[in-house]
């Protein structure tokens, strides 16, 4: 199909999705990632299994969760939401009213979920779950960043069957004497295991020696830092370079876990930028080559005694840090980012916008503010349930530690100001805070670490007066014998952010 409508400017972008006329349905646990993304694009939904809002979200459809099975995935969570009578209607009064093609995003989806688009009618606008898949490993990854030119921290692809193999794969390598290894698959907090004794390798070998090739990195003394593009047709545009707040007690249980990011100008250098920026630009054009089309989000570790910036991981799809950036300073007074993903999906539409110009701006411009935003997740190993738990909205911090809510809301930047967050809940009263359960999202206006990437000192006052606002309380015998009846609690309930 030729293109039949172009777009020369940002301005013409904000205006074609002002006007939007394909629907388009989110369906995910809940609309963390795409938040605000409604404001911009005409017939969007959000169907989700968490009402993080009281139901007072103009474009979210909730299906509560009718307990008749235990989620073991978000993709669990994506099947029992498109097989809903009460989405399956949704739907179809959509498409009902209207001659253009619906579509559907996913955070994760697979081959099912595929086919369950294609019974809805629904085209997926994303890369076939095949080719995520592939790239999606982490092994994967290092070979493309290596073809591309993007160097990873110095490694050695290969099966360990033991600490003694591991020790002379690294001595053959010269990788030191303190190693990261990390499996192709899975969340990096959870399969990333930092070794540096036989005691460390033994608590985790069974999970090193069941894969058939892990990734030996030399452990470096590193800054961890996100950042999202988009690979098109018109080539590979950049989002804002954000900092990654990694494995901090107060946030998250998991030692690598990811728990949050700060997007500031003072956090990297005119030149880690730009040799960042350069490489995602890399990546993206090398993804593209291979078929993969769209959003991507890569995290990169800068060596803080040599200065080398290295690819670490990448992301094939919409990511944890997608809220952040679309809800930038940068992009708020422009486009968010993820539009020219859409673009890139709408066969209608060329582009004569500049890619070189916009990153330039991207470069220049996107850490304009302060901005960070704090995963908040149950730390504890004891499974409890919910007795009291936040509005999502804007919150003042109070002098004496205390966090005000000012008013409900479903806008992020409805709360601007130094002394304001957003608040976005995410489980809510009467529900299971497991190992690792996401609990809310918050959304601050300053830069909340230290240099050595703790958290400073209004940093901890933040999260401190974030977790004042949940309660919870020990499972009774019956809850108890419910929870071991079903083996496990809702696993992924929380939406898994990242």
């Not at 053959?172 to 190693?179: E, F, I, T, V």
């Not at 370079?241 to 990011?261: A, R």
């Not at 290295?310 to 992301?315: A, K, R």
Request: hydrophobic letters at 45%; one cysteine or more.
């Amino acid at each position: 199909m030729n293109p039949s409508i172009t777009l020369h400017t940002l301005a013409d972008i904000k205006a074609h999705f002002a006007s939007n006329t394909r629907p388009l349905f989110f369906v995910s646990a809940s609309n963390f990632n795409m938040l605000g993304m409604h404001e911009w694009v005409k017939d969007w939904h959000n169907i989700n299994l968490l009402d993080c809002f009281d139901g007072q979200h103009p474009c979210a459809l909730v299906i509560p969760d009718d307990h008749a099975q235990v989620f073991e995935s978000i993709e669990d969570v994506n099947r029992y939401l498109l097989a809903s009578p009460v989405t399956r209607e949704a739907i179809a009064q959509v498409q009902a009213s209207t001659a253009e093609p619906c579509q559907a995003l996913f955070l994760f989806f697979d081959e099912q979920i595929e086919a369950m688009c294609q019974a809805l009618k629904l085209n997926i606008v994303l890369p076939k779950n095949a080719l995520v898949r592939e790239i999606d490993s982490k092994i994967v990854t290092t070979e493309i960043g290596n073809a591309a030119g993007v160097a990873s921290v110095p490694n050695v692809l290969a099966h360990v069957g033991s600490y003694a193999e591991l020790e002379q794969l690294a001595e053959q390598a010269d990788l030191g004497q303190r190693w990261v290894v990390q499996t192709a698959y899975g969340d990096s907090g959870k399969t990333t295991f930092f070794i540096a004794s036989p005691a460390d390798y033994t608590s985790v070998a069974s999970q090193i020696e069941s894969q058939e090739q892990v990734k030996v990195m030399r452990w470096v003394n590193c800054v961890g830092t996100a950042i999202e593009a988009c690979a098109t047709r018109w080539g590979t545009f950049v989002g804002p370079l954000l900092s990654e707040m990694i494995g901090l007690e107060s946030l998250t249980p998991y030692q690598g876990g990811w728990c949050g990011n700060e997007n500031y100008a003072a956090a990297f250098s005119d030149r880690i930028r730009a040799q960042v920026q350069q490489k995602t630009q890399a990546m993206g054009d090398a993804l593209y080559q291979r078929g993969y089309r769209g959003y991507f989000e890569l995290d990169f570790l800068i060596d803080q005694d040599s200065g080398e910036v290295y690819l670490g991981e990448l992301n094939a799809r919409i990511s944890g840090v997608s809220a952040l950036t679309n809800l930038s300073n940068f992009c708020a007074q422009h486009v968010p980012l993820f539009l020219f993903h859409l673009l890139e999906y709408d066969e209608r539409v060329n582009l004569t916008l500049n890619v070189a110009e916009f990153n330039q701006a991207m470069l220049m411009l996107g850490a304009s503010g302060m901005s960070a935003q704090v995963i908040l997740k149950h730390t504890d190993c004891t499974l409890k349930i919910l007795t009291q738990a936040p509005v999502s909205g804007v919150y003042r911090l109070e002098d004496d530690g205390s966090l005000t809510l000012k008013a409900a809301s479903v806008n992020r930047r409805d709360a601007l100001a130094e002394d304001e967050a957003y608040v976005l809940r995410i489980l809510t009263e009467g529900e299971y805070a497991y190992k690792g359960a996401d609990l809310a999202i918050m959304l601050v206006n300053q830069v909340i670490r230290t240099p050595k990437g703790q958290l400073n000192t209004q940093g901890e006052r933040w999260v401190a007066a974030l977790q004042s606002q949940f309660a919870m309380r020990q499972l009774n015998q019956e809850e108890r014998a419910l929870v071991e009846l079903a083996h496990n609690p809702a696993n992924v309930k929380s939406g898994r952010a990242e």
